[in-house]
């Protein structure tokens, strides 16, 4: 591929997440719009640590008394 290609799918890429991240700060995601944003974190590898104090821990903390466990 050449480098012109590999800067329009960067460009593409920034400009992915840049809208996702609009519509989620917004306060105006729909359900589907978060399943866009998680699909894209989890095609892109990006993962997160349960770790005391983090984000994902309070999310977790909140569920865990729920009729289901977050796995």
């Not at 329009?8 to 917004?26: F, G, H, P, Q, Y």
């Amino acid at each position: 591929m050449s480098a012109e290609f590999d800067k329009l799918i960067e460009e593409l890429n920034d400009e992915t997440v840049r809208a996702i991240l609009a519509k989620v700060r917004s306060g105006e995601a729909t359900a589907s719009d978060l399943n866009v944003a998680r699909q894209f974190l989890k095609d892109n590898y990006v993962q997160t640590v349960n770790t005391p104090g983090s984000r994902i821990a309070e999310l977790y903390e909140e569920f865990e008394d729920d009729e289901f466990m977050l796995m």
